[in-house]
């Protein structure tokens, strides 16, 4: 990934596949989410409170810091008021919805033009390491107004093949947990399995998405672990944490013939980062995002000031994007902190496990 040089007033407009200067992006973000004809009612009526004017001070990435933490406010907002007024409707891709792990669940949108560039990334991925995103896919992922099924469905249609799914809702199962009903969670995993499993015995499949914990369960499964051998030739992970024993395993025993590839995001960001090409079985799993319209920083909850590379610390998410802007958003995980890529602006994370509790309320991932 190299950034390219661009010219005043292109980086926001730069084209699908190049990635801009990183200051650049910011000052041309600020004065389209702030400007008096282009912003989102949603900026626009912050901007009194911010106590500092965007267009004259934010100049830089490291700038992004000056912004209070605005997600939760997402949770009640008329989604009309994000649609920044130099954007219509018509540009909206889709809404989507937070998996509601810390509360009610939090609404942001999408416009084509960002899934495009979301897309083109996770393509140059699948290439980078040797594959096409053809074929068809089984997303074993929550779909439903979570913004990852929109996306697998579209690379899906884009690579010329087909997205299979299943019938997953996250925020049952975390109920189930959160009340103490291990049996009854432990039971929902299967019935997902089962879905899984009719989908693997009587459709081709090239490309399968899950999360760890399903896919401990289907590898544990020597039938099902047979079909998928014999069918997928890729497989993505993400939602989850998977220790670099587990990854080991799974590519050297389990799946050994199966290209395998883990992924980190959250609807905050509207997609996220994918594992660092090259990296060898003993090492951490390292993530970059798609910078710079996507930057971590890996910070001190107390201090808020950067950890030391490879010590742990909470994640900090920042979108910057003509659709959505959404910087300096602490999110509910902890990771190492790992140098970003040349150019890149904040951090690589590796290791990502989640908080104990965030925002007065207890973490659970549950299957996802």
Request: aromatic share 8%; charged share 25%.
């Given at each position: ?44 009526d ?36 994000l ?14 919805e ?5 509360g009610?669940p ?40 979570h ?21 997953m ?59 998928i051998?014999?069918k ?20 050297t025993?389990?799946f050994p ?49 950067p ?62």
């Amino acid at each position: 990934m190299s950034v390219s040089s661009s010219v005043e007033g292109s980086a926001l407009d730069c084209p699908i596949g190049s990635y801009p200067d990183a200051d650049q992006l910011v000052r041309e973000a600020v004065r389209w989410h702030f400007g008096p004809d282009t912003g989102s009612r949603f900026w626009l009526d912050r901007l009194p409170k911010l106590g500092f004017d965007p267009i004259e001070e934010i100049r830089t990435f490291a700038d992004l810091a000056k912004f209070p933490n605005v997600v939760n406010d997402l949770r009640d907002i008329r989604v009309e008021d994000l649609i920044p007024q130099g954007l219509r409707s018509a540009d909206v891709y889709g809404v989507y919805e937070s998996g509601g792990t810390t509360g009610a669940p939090k609404r942001v949108l999408c416009t084509h033009e960002w899934m495009d560039r979301w897309l083109a990334f996770s393509e140059q991925q699948f290439r980078k390491r040797g594959q096409e995103p053809g074929g068809n896919w089984l997303g074993i992922m929550p779909s439903g107004p979570h913004i990852f099924g929109a996306a697998l469905k579209e690379q899906a249609h884009r690579g010329g093949g087909l997205l299979f799914t299943i019938d997953m809702d996250p925020r049952w199962v975390k109920k189930r947990i959160a009340g103490g009903d291990l049996e009854g969670a432990g039971a929902y995993a299967a019935h997902l399995i089962e879905q899984a499993t009719y989908l693997l015995e009587t459709q081709d499949i090239a490309v399968m998405v899950t999360t760890p914990a399903l896919l401990e369960r289907m590898a544990a499964d020597p039938h099902l672990a047979d079909l998928i051998n014999r069918k997928v030739h890729y497989i993505q992970w993400g939602g989850m944490h998977m220790d670099a024993d587990t990854r080991h395993l799974f590519r050297t025993e389990v799946f050994p013939g199966i290209t395998l590839q883990g992924g980190y995001g959250s609807t905050m960001v509207c997609g996220g980062s994918m594992e660092r090409i090259g990296l060898r079985d003993d090492e951490p799993c390292i993530f970059d995002p798609l910078g710079p319209f996507i930057a971590f920083n890996v910070v001190d909850p107390q201090t808020r000031q950067p950890v030391p590379y490879g010590e742990r610390g909470q994640v900090v998410m920042n979108l910057v994007s003509k659709g959505m802007f959404l910087p300096n958003n602490p999110e509910r995980d902890t990771a190492l902190r790992f140098e970003a890529q040349p150019g890149m602006p904040g951090d690589a994370v590796a290791d990502v496990e989640p908080l104990k509790s965030f925002d007065e309320t207890t973490v659970i991932e549950g299957v996802y």
